[in-house]
């Protein structure tokens, strides 16, 4: 089994709760590079930490700290994340969360342990400046400042960084862009996702996002 393969294992026991099983030729430190560099380390290492003998990994400790270290972060912006979020909610705001943290709920317990350095949100553009009010008022400063009303109009998304945490928010009034005519055309197949929004809970905290259908078309 090559590496692509086993990694693709070891995520779908993560993600379904199963015991991870490996071939005795597998090639520990070949796996755990790869898992690095597709930026799923934390995740993959926590599983091999199944198999006893992996403890005894010339490079275990080295992967432990850096196991940490990465999950650590990723729960402090998760956590300045919802805590955005609930700003959104108290002032009126619903905007929909896009892929991130979204998707990372799929990993249950091991959510954390998918890096994001970002998270994206679609707004109406007659909530733009609402928006901007509550990320500036929660600790983020535009990385464009003075947006006009034709970049709402055709900007795809504007950036807003964390002060503290690097954590970024980028804010999109529309789902793709309208950098060409497909785009646009695109951007029609969710003419309705506010009216076909759906809602679901994350550590407490009641967050707005695309139908199902809608959300799978836009990954697409």
Known sequence: MNTTNILLSILDAAVHNKPVKLQED???????????????LPL???KLCEIPDFTSHPEFEAYVTKSMEIIARQARRTEIFLRL???FLEAGLCPLVLKGIICRR???????????GDEDILIRKADFERIA???????????RPGITERQLETLQEISFSHRDSG?????????????????C?????????FECRK?????????????DTDHLLFLI
């Open 199 to 211: 809602q679901t809970e994350i550590a407490g905290v009641p967050v707005w996002t695309m139908g």
């Open 106 to 116: 799929l990993y249950g317990e091991f959510c954390d342990h998918r890096p994001s």
């Open 44 to 46: 993959v290492f926590e």
């Open 85 to 87: 979020y609930q700003a």
């Open 185 to 193: 055309r695109m951007n029609d197949c969710f003419r309705d996702v």
């Open 26 to 40: 597998a090639n520990l430190g070949e796996l755990l590079s790869t898992a690095q560099a597709h930026n799923i």
């Open 133 to 143: 009010a509550v990320l500036q008022e929660q600790g983020f400063e535009a990385e």
């Open 167 to 183: 954590l970024v928010i980028e804010v999109h009034t529309n789902p793709i862009g309208r950098e060409n005519k497909i785009r």
